[in-house]
């Protein structure tokens, strides 16, 4: 079965710099690849979604890429700031009825 | 756009107790909606999959009789944790799509049993 792998420790970045998450995936590629913020005690929050036949894309500082000969996302925050401290998680399609399977997420911490 | 509203967003509740969560599409009319559930520091585990009009399609292992799913327009669903006991407590998320697009979420609701 499919299985998501993102770092279960979190990630301090200094204020300013580039954050990079990372999301591998073990089996079959899937159409699509989805990043969500989540905040504590709130539900996650869509920023990005991807396709298989993508290898880039942007919105405002985000970027995410997508390898699947690697099976791997890379998720971007450039100019991080402290408000972008969050728990960040991976989503692919599981089937066509647009099921999604979940990386447990990473906490990403912004220092000022 | 994309708004989804989940309600309550806490409960506290005796054990024995039958509790009901609702979640509604506020601007769109969502064609699918999806219950999960969250333990601290882990992934969404699906629930179940609700189409409108239709029966929940049940995740393996969660029980249909003990968390039903009604999901009666195209913009509310509703889940009800019957005969709530303390291993039923955990972080309730709703979430809900149209055709091709992503799914929105809820913000969730906190269920404590005692």
């Avoid at chain 1, 929050?45 to 991807?50: H, K, M, Q, T, W």
């Avoid at chain 2, 967003?9 to 999806?34: H, N, P, W, Y």
């Avoid at chain 2, 969660?62 to 009800?80: C, M």
Wanted: hydrophobic share 30%; with cysteine; proline share 4%.
């Amino acid at each position: 079965s499919q299985k998501i792998e993102q770092n279960s420790e979190a990630l301090n970045i200094q204020e300013g710099k580039t954050a990079t998450l990372t999301c591998n995936y073990t089996n079959y590629s899937p159409a699509y690849l989805q990043w969500y913020r989540q905040d504590p005690g709130r539900g996650p929050v869509f920023l990005l979604l991807i396709r298989e036949n993508e290898k880039e894309k942007r919105k405002e500082r985000l970027k995410v890429t997508f390898d699947t000969t690697l099976k791997q996302s890379l998720f971007h925050i450039t100019a991080s700031q402290p408000a972008d401290s969050a728990t960040y998680l991976c989503a692919l399609d599981k089937d066509s009825n647009y099921q999604l399977i979940w990386g447990a997420g990473t906490k990403l911490i912004i220092k000022p | 756009g994309a708004v989804v509203s989940q309600h309550p967003s806490r409960v506290i509740c005796k054990s024995g107790t039958s509790v009901k969560i609702e979640c509604r599409s506020l601007d769109f009319q969502a064609t699918t909606m999806f219950w999960y559930r969250q333990f601290p520091k882990q992934s969404l585990m699906l629930m179940a999959t609700s189409n409108e009009g239709s029966k929940a399609t049940y995740e393996q292992g969660v029980e249909k009789d003990k968390f039903l799913i009604n999901h009666a327009s195209l913009t509310l669903s509703t889940l009800t944790v019957t005969s709530a006991h303390p291993e039923d407590s955990s972080f309730y998320i709703c979430s809900a799509r149209m055709s091709n697009q992503p799914q929105h979420f809820g913000d969730g609701t906190r269920l404590s049993i005692l």
